[in-house]
């Protein structure tokens, strides 16, 4: 298996991204934290809280999809 390297165009991607994220007033709301930061990954985190719960006691989709949605962009 060949392992891929990902090198970003623009050489302060890591800064712009971080500061991008940091705008994001939803996910100071719901109190997400960018955790990892490489080149082709970002890691976000959300301690789990009972107020962004579905009826079942677990994270509701809309979060779920939220923080794949900013990771992924």
Do not use: Y
């Amino acid at each position: 298996m060949e392992i891929v390297t990902f090198e970003p165009r623009d050489p302060n991607f890591e800064s712009r991204t971080r500061e991008n994220f940091l705008s994001q007033g939803f996910m100071r709301t719901i109190g997400a934290k960018m955790s990892r930061l490489d080149p082709g990954r970002c890691q976000l985190t959300l301690k789990f809280n009972v107020t962004l719960s579905q009826q079942h006691g677990f994270f509701h989709g809309g979060i779920v999809a939220t923080l794949a949605d900013v990771s992924g962009g």
